[in-house]
């Protein structure tokens, strides 16, 4: 399951995905599977020459299990056209 919301105001697009992990750390696993989310944060803006496209930069991503010490926040501000 994903959802995606678009911020005009910001020039913000966030795209969050629920999954599911199979036995990522056995001590904190419930039933062998656990649940978390992958979010992903782009910047947006028009594009000066076509008024039809969008320049995109990803800007953050996030990895998170429930119910496990696992938790990744990345900056990729680097990364991306």
């Known amino acids: 399951k994903s959802t995606q919301t678009i911020d005009l105001k910001r020039?913000?697009?966030r795209n969050v995905v629920a999954v599911e992990v199979n036995n990522?750390?056995?001590v904190f696993s419930k039933n062998g599977f656990s649940k978390g989310?992958?979010?992903v944060d782009v910047t947006a803006?028009?594009?000066?020459?076509d008024a039809r496209k969008i320049d995109v930069k990803f800007d953050r991503c996030k990895v998170?299990?429930?119910d496990?010490?696992?938790n990744l926040d990345i900056?990729?501000?680097i990364i991306g056209p």
Do not use: D, K
Request: aromatic share 8%; glycine share 14%.
């Open 68 to 70: 496990s010490p696992f």
């Open 75 to 77: 900056g990729l501000g």
């Open 64 to 66: 998170a299990i429930q």
């Open 24 to 26: 990522p750390t056995p």
């Open 37 to 39: 989310f992958i979010t």
């Open 45 to 49: 803006v028009p594009n000066a020459q």
């Open 11 to 13: 020039g913000r697009v």
